[in-house]
DNA sequence: GTCAAACTTCGATCGGCATCGTACTATGGG
DNA sequence: CCCATAGTACGATGCCGATCGAAGTTTGAC
């Protein structure tokens, strides 16, 4: 079976406040949960856009797994991956939206052409 | 005069999220936010509940000054905090109140009686 | 069965932040 | 003027997390 490999979701609202700030603090991994919160549909370990190593990328994940962030199954040998937007949102209201708004914000600024 | 002494504020707007966000993250800082948050007076350095040494507490309030969170002014020899909670909030909207939104959740949950 | 692809696991390294004690500065009171 | 009060500034220390390479594991394709 593949379930074996998966590792445990906690419930979002088991998460400590603290984890779930250590979690998006890094902007590696904020830009995971932007790409999930950008796309329509799930996307493996491998297809996002990052400047790390397979190793550093792993540790992301479980990082974000194990804050109640982000989803992860098998398909085939890809390990997937999806944003737990409503049970997060349950758990934390308002942070998700306020990050990812922020963090748009920002990328908006940097981009421009008034310069 | 006693305005010299004060270091400069920017302004919320111009703080990256990435700033913002290590601001929040130390869990005496968040302490200092939701008690300013609470109280309806600012309250000086040296009235908050931290357990924590004079030099450390300077340190996490210049932090929290520089990421645009609070403002501060001197009265005698006190150097006085308050939240900068309307001018944060245009420039992060929602943040802070997630943030507080929680903290207050989990501060109730571990209290109750049920256990 | 054999190989390649996709990740994970494990150790090691390295830099940055929280922390503290000490020394220093400014203000106001007696 | 002198002292107490309230913080700040400055190293020094110590820990924790991001990073990587190398080796291991699982799956699917042929």
Redesign the interface.
């Known amino acids: 079976m593949a379930a074996d490999r998966i590792p445990p979701h906690p419930d979002p609202r088991d998460v ?3 984890q ?3 979690a ?2 890094e ?1 590696a991994r904020r830009t995971i949960v932007e790409q999930l919160s950008a796309g329509p549909s799930d996307i493996p370990c491998g297809g996002f856009d990052l400047a790390i190593s397979k190793s550093t990328a792993t540790h992301h994940f479980r990082v974000l797994r194990e804050a109640g962030l982000i989803r992860q199954y098998y398909a085939g040998t890809s390990r997937m991956n999806s944003l737990r937007r409503e049970e997060f949102d349950e758990a ?4 998700l ?3 990812l ?3 748009v914000r ?1 990328a908006g600024l940097r981009v421009p052409g008034v310069a």
């Open positions: 400590p406040l603290q779930v700030l250590e998006l603090i902007p934390f209201p308002g942070l939206e306020a990050v708004w922020a963090s920002e």
